[in-house]
């Protein structure tokens, strides 16, 4: 089965910085990944999907890359702004199915 | 419509009631999926809709949990006998014309069974 994990569970940066969140999978069978942003209290918004085949993809100040053979996915946030505070999800696409991982926290300090 | 739609938004029960949880997606959409999200959990996948087959159900975590889509449109989910572990948010996405594409959610079900 697959299994994704996020680290870290949580991250409170200052405005400004540039940050990199984690996202490891147990099975590089993978049809795409996709990553997503929480509000708390609301449901999930779509940031990036990148496809298998694919190494990065970017949108805005946000890029997302993917080791597949290595299963591995990093979302990098650039000169983040308090606005970017949020839960971070990512998930791994298989079957019919995503895999969901337990998400970062992010904090961005004014 | 706009976007995926959920009611109610808060639901509220004893244990040991049914609940009926709806979901409107977007229009023209295809897939269809269900999810809970317990307490600082990830999303826990519960079923997956291409119309208004279902052509995986394995999430469902027992015979009390049921699903349906009707007009390859509305989904409800319904959850018999209800116990306090089902307390969770229940989230509701969907997706333009098959699995594992874009995934659009709606704002989710809190459920609370008391």
């Known amino acids: 089965k697959q299994e994704v994990t996020q680290i870290p569970a949580a991250l409170s940066v200052p405005e400004g910085e540039n940050l990199v969140l984690n996202c490891s999978f147990t099975d590089s069978a993978i049809y795409n990944l996709q990553w997503f942003r929480q509000d708390p209290g609301k449901g999930l918004t779509s940031l990036l999907l990148?496809?298998?085949?694919?190494r990065e993809q970017t949108s805005g100040r946000l890029n997302a890359s993917l080791d597949k053979s290595s299963g591995r996915s990093t979302l990098y946030i650039a000169a983040s702004q308090p606005g970017d505070s949020a839960t971070y999800l990512c998930a791994v696409g298989a079957g019919n199915k995503f895999y969901f991982g337990s998400g970062t926290k992010l904090n961005v300090k004014p | 419509g706009a976007g995926v739609s959920q009611s109610p938004s808060n639901k509220v029960t004893e244990k040991g009631k049914d609940v009926e949880l709806r979901c409107d997606p977007i229009?023209?959409?295809?897939?269809l999926y269900w999810y809970r999200q317990s307490l600082g959990q990830g999303l826990e996948f519960l079923i997956y809709?291409?119309?208004?087959?279902?052509?995986?159900k394995s999430g469902l975590p027992s015979d009390r949990f049921s699903a349906e889509r009707t007009g390859g449109s509305v989904s409800t989910l319904t959850i018999q006998r209800t116990q306090q572990e089902d307390s969770a948010v229940y989230l509701c996405a969907s997706s333009s014309d098959r699995a594992l594409q874009t995934q659009y959610f709606g704002p989710g079900t809190r459920l609370l069974v008391l």
């Open positions: 809709f291409q119309g208004n087959s279902a052509p995986d």
């Open positions: 229009s023209g959409h295809t897939a």
């Open positions: 990148i496809q298998s085949s694919q």
